[in-house]
C-alpha cells in the first residue's frame, strides 16, 4: 500500500507579526527568499508569500517588493509559489490581487468571507519597538474588518480566472466553508477545491481538535471528494494541529506567518526549522512529504513554466 503523501506548505512571513517579535522574522527581498530557498530545501512543497518594506519590515502589497524576490525564489527552487490576496486589512480587494494579476502564479489565497482579524493582544508583550509603525499597527488591530465580500470573491475570481490560478480557500470558520459550497454552485471555482482550515485567529474558529474534527465533517458534507485540505494552527497550536492533520489524512501549513516559536516558550530560528520539524514528525508517523511534483499533481496546478516570473 502506498504512503500518504502530505503537501507541507510553508507561510515566509506574513502580514501579522513584526520585526520587533522575532529577529528570524524575513522582510528584506534577500532574507524573504534565501528563508523561501530554505524551507523548500527542508521540505516544503508550497511557498506561500507575502511582501515587506524592506527599510522597515512594514506590509506592502506593491507589485515591485514582489518582484524583488520572485525571480530569485523560482530560479533556485522548484517549489509552487502562492501569492497572498489578503495581504493588508485595510486595502481593497481590487489592491490586494494586484501581485497576482502580474505574476500570474499557480496559487493564490483567497479568505472566504469578511471576519473580525485581530492581533491586538501581542502589542501588551513589548516595551520597545524597532521601528516607529510597529505599536500602532499592532495594537489598532483590534478596529480592522478583514473584508472578503461575496461580490469581492466574485470580482476576484472573475479577473483570476484567465489565469488558471489555484486557491488556497482560506476557512476561518465553519461558515466560510458554506460560503465556498455557495461560490462554486454558482460557478466561481472548479472541483476539486484546496481548503485551509485555520484555527487559533482572535476573529475565527478555536484550536481545539473538536473544532478540527467538525470543521472535516462539515466539509465532507459540502464537498463530497471534490476537495483536497491542509491545516493552519496559529501560534503555539501549530505543530500539535498540523501533526493532527497529518494523521487524518490531511495536508499542513507552517511558516513564521503562523508561528514565531519552534517549540513552546522558544523562538524558531527560520522558517526552514519549522519545515524540518513537521517534516520530521510526519515521516516518523508513517507518512511521506509530497516533493512539489506530486503537489503539482495532486492540487491539479498549472506548471510552473506558466506564470510570469
Not at 249 to 260: A, I, Q
Request: with cysteine.
Amino acid at each position: 500500500m502506498a504512503k500518504q503523501r502530505t503537501i507541507i506548505t510553508c507561510a515566509v512571513t506574513g502580514a501579522i507579526h513584526t520585526p520587533t517579535m522575532s529577529d528570524a522574522l524575513p522582510y528584506t527581498p534577500q532574507d524573504i527568499a534565501a528563508q523561501a530557498v530554505a524551507a523548500a530545501e527542508a521540505g516544503a512543497s508550497i511557498l506561500h508569500l507575502h511582501a515587506r518594506r524592506p527599510h522597515d519590515g512594514g506590509v506592502t502589497i506593491d507589485p515591485d517588493a514582489f518582484a524583488a524576490f520572485l525571480p530569485t525564489i523560482s530560479q533556485a527552487t522548484d517549489a509552487v509559489i502562492n501569492i497572498s490576496t489578503g495581504g493588508s486589512l485595510t486595502n481593497t480587494i481590487e489592491e490586494r490581487i494586484t501581485p497576482a494579476l502580474r505574476f500570474s502564479p499557480e496559487m493564490c489565497s483567497m479568505n472566504m468571507g469578511s471576519m473580525n482579524f485581530s492581533f491586538h493582544p501581542l502589542a501588551r508583550r513589548y516595551d520597545t519597538w524597532k521601528f516607529d509603525w510597529e505599536r500602532d499597527y499592532v495594537a489598532g488591530s483590534d478596529h480592522n474588518i478583514f473584508r472578503n465580500t461575496f461580490a469581492d470573491i466574485e470580482n476576484a475570481a472573475t479577473q483570476l480566472a484567465q489565469h488558471n490560478i489555484k486557491f488556497e480557500h482560506e476557512c476561518y470558520d465553519v461558515g466560510h466553508l458554506y460560503n465556498l459550497r455557495f461560490c462554486m454552485d454558482i460557478g466561481l471555482f472548479k472541483a476539486p477545491v484546496f481548503i485551509q482550515f485555520i484555527f487559533g485567529i482572535l476573529g475565527g474558529i478555536g484550536p481545539e481538535v473538536d473544532n478540527l474534527i467538525f470543521m472535516k465533517r462539515t466539509a465532507d458534507r459540502l464537498f463530497g471528494n471534490d476537495y483536497r485540505w491542509s491545516v493552519l494552527g496559529a501560534g503555539g497550536v501549530q505543530m500539535p494541529l498540523a501533526t493532527a492533520a497529518s494523521q487524518m489524512g490531511g495536508n499542513v501549513r507552517v511558516g513564521l506567518e503562523d508561528s514565531l516559536s519552534i517549540s513552546r516558550g522558544k523562538l524558531a530560528e527560520s522558517n526552514a526549522q519549522q519545515v524540518a520539524k513537521i517534516r520530521r514528525i510526519i515521516e516518523e508517523l508513517g507518512c511521506e512529504v509530497a516533493s512539489p511534483a506530486e503537489a503539482r499533481e495532486i492540487l491539479g496546478l498549472k506548471g510552473a513554466d506558466k506564470v510570469l516570473f
